[in-house]
Nanobody, 124 residues
């Protein structure tokens, strides 16, 4: 049973934009952080961006700062606006929720719930 439902992936040319969405489905979460990780073929899953639910503070990986924006709304939906996409952004993007104490926002193993992933492909 899916707990986080993602949408918005696709194929785009370099320099283009995509917007990912993620919302809980079928359950209520206690959210400390909600955000995005990505995994390219042959690589480890890496942190992209997350938002601390209390205070709405965003966090970004250096590789996406200035190009990606994470936001949330009052329906517990989180968005990732991705601009100036580059081929190296190609990956499966996963939404994740972290419950419990704050800290170590970029550590994937500290996140409790995950979506099924959505493919983002950027052509050169």
């Amino acid at each position: 049973q899916e707990q986080l439902v993602e949408s918005g992936g696709g194929l785009v040319q370099a320099g283009g934009s995509l917007r990912l969405s993620c919302a809980p489905s079928g359950r209520t979460f206690s959210i400390t952080y909600m955000g995005w990780f990505r995994q390219a073929p042959g690589k480890e899953r890496e942190f992209v961006a997350s938002v601390r639910w209390s205070g709405n503070t965003p966090y970004y990986a250096d590789s996406v700062k200035g190009r990606f924006t994470i936001s949330r709304d009052n329906t517990n939906t989180v968005y990732l606006q991705m601009n100036s996409l580059q081929p190296e952004d190609t990956a499966v993007y996963y939404c994740a929720v972290r419950s419990g104490p704050p800290g170590s926002v970029a550590v994937a193993s500290r996140y409790n719930y995950w979506g099924q992933g959505t493919q983002v492909s950027v052509s050169s």
